[in-house]
């Protein structure tokens, strides 16, 4: 039998109301998960999630443990119904909620280090003003070399941010660097060029700055070897140890988001299924182009979920059976369909 990957969202997956299918589905856990993190942050993460406003939960000090937590909540509920990976993987801050279900990081530990992560890439955006876009038809080794025409002609930094599958890229960096690549690689045939509202740059050398305060903080916490496998998107590789999952959660800051990559690696190790955990719709998009005869899912809402219940031979909540398409129906499973959204940080 094939076997089942689950992948945890980055920034970008948050929307007003992205915890109800929680509040419906796990009312317990929900309710304990929520109020200890408000209790860790001091922050309202639950009248956040559900009522917004939007603009307060796009800030990144906000996203980033909303996301997080989220998703967190939401592998928990899998397992309650005995959903369980073989394999983990999370895009850019999805890779923290990866390293919880593998066992490496406490959930508590995760929050209070994606909430700094936030707080750190917002500050760096207040001193160095930073733009992030996407970019898609053109192939790799033309986008590096516009990105260094675009270096040249401004003077600023402008680099590629994420390989998300096999036409899509996200590229990072100062405000001007990046709308004059957007420009020439509009002007070099790309199909589609837009700049992504995130509220500053990720992935890139502007971050700098910000490594060595997050590996103080990475220092003070416990990490464990993973229990079971996790595989990087810094690196496209499993991580074996707790040193190489503090490394790869350092490197996140100014390394490529190798997605594309990542996920054919779990292909090519046997995973048949894919399973977005928590309140993105992006990955299992990219996931069904990358890997168009896997079974793909996602769990951001109580249908798509009912079909993962179906898929996976599971009951509801009330202990009825579940009510859903068989796997490879083509219920329940993203279509390769069109381009889907860029994914950041």
Known sequence: ?????????????????????????????????????????????????????????????????????????????????????????????????????AGVLEWTDGLRLVRLRGELMESVNRTVPGSMGAVVGVAVGELERLCAQARTETGEVVEIANHNDHRQYVVSGHVDGVARLLELAAGAGAERVLTLEVGGSAHCSLLSGIEAEFAQALAGVTLRDPASEVVSAVTAAPVRSAREAAECLRRQFTSRVLWADTVLRLADGGVGRFVEVGPGKALSRLCARLCPEAEVHRTNDAARLGRLYAAAGVTTRDGAAADGSAPGSGHGTAAAGPVPGPVRG
Do not use: K
Not at 17 to 42: K, N, S
């Open 1 to 101: 039998m094939s076997m089942t990957a689950f992948v945890f969202p980055g920034q970008g997956s948050q929307r007003v109301g992205m915890a109800d299918v929680l509040r419906q589905e796990c009312p317990q856990l929900y309710a304990e998960r929520f109020a200890a993190a408000e209790e860790i942050l001091r922050i309202p993460l639950a009248e956040l999630c559900r009522e917004g406003p939007a603009e307060t939960l796009r800030a990144m000090p906000v996203t980033q443990p909303a996301v997080f937590l989220t998703s967190v909540v939401t592998y928990e509920m899998l397992r309650e119904r005995g959903i369980e990976p073989d394999v983990v993987a999370g895009h850019s801050l999805g890779e923290f909620a990866a390293m919880v279900a």
